[in-house]
């Protein structure tokens, strides 16, 4: 993308994160018979998820959750998609790219396709803050010691004009289209609910793409690859010095 507000960072693992969850979707357009497509179902889930004949394929979204609910599947008519929680995640290429691969592996051999129309990754990551002897929290101070002071001058300028209450009460919602991508950022600050001293700061990323024409399934490593760089350099964009210096030593 070209017309972001920040530019590339050198992408690299840190030891500690905030990651709360990834999540990979993918859309396409179903090609085999129904008689087809319930042989090949019936065999994709028992290979990779160890698990018998599950009903109501394409007749409504059914979902496959393994390790305590660290990993997430759904797989629908037109979608497939995996969300990985923080427990379940390592690395992208070690932990998304084998999962998006089941995505793939359920749109080639269910689906009978070799064509996606859409892919997304969407990160959360969550700061959980709290506050001490029950005092009021401060917003404003809050984000300016999590995020840096580009982020935050973004954030004054377009307030009014993107509040997006749809995820979280207040979020802020930051909006780039370029030619078939679009990358978003969301952020938000919130109370958790039954807990008088507790708060968290959300902040969302998200990319999007969805090209004239179809995305190769030869191809998606590759594009995965690629939009997780964006989404890591919006991220390191978003954040102040002091959250990456906690991040590389270890986290308050």
Not at 104 to 111: C, D
Not at 173 to 197: C, M, Q
Not at 219 to 232: T, Y
């Amino acid at each position: 993308m070209n017309n972001l507000p920040f530019g590339t960072t050198n992408y690299r693992q840190f030891q500690n994160n905030f990651l709360a969850s990834v999540l990979v979707r993918m859309a396409f357009s179903p090609s085999q018979d129904a008689e087809t497509h319930k042989k090949q179902w019936d065999l994709f889930t028992q290979e990779l998820f160890s698990v018998g004949p599950l009903d109501g394929l394409f007749q409504k979204p059914i979902a496959i959750k393994r390790g305590d609910q660290k990993l997430n599947y759904v797989f629908d008519k037109t979608l497939a998609l995996v969300q990985i929680n923080d427990d379940g995640y390592q690395n992208f290429a070690d932990t998304v790219i084998p999962h998006a691969y089941k995505l793939k592996r359920f749109i080639t051999e269910v689906a009978g396709s070799n064509y996606i129309t859409q892919l997304d990754i969407r990160k959360i990551d969550m700061f959980q803050i709290m506050s001490k002897n029950g005092k009021i929290v401060d917003e404003h101070e809050i984000r300016k010691h999590f995020f840096s002071n580009s982020y935050l001058t973004q954030q004054e300028g377009l307030a009014q004009l993107n509040r997006d209450e749809s995820k979280f009460p207040g979020m802020l919602k930051h909006l780039w289209r370029d030619e078939s991508y679009v990358l978003t950022i969301r952020s938000a600050f919130i109370k958790l609910p039954g807990d008088g001293n507790g708060y968290r700061l959300i902040l969302d990323t998200e990319e999007h793409y969805e090209p004239v024409d179809e995305i190769n399934l030869d191809g998606l490593d590759k594009e995965l690859i690629k939009m997780n760089k964006d989404l890591f350099n919006a991220f390191m964009w978003c954040i102040s010095d002091r959250i990456v210096s906690i991040m590389e030593k270890g986290k308050e």
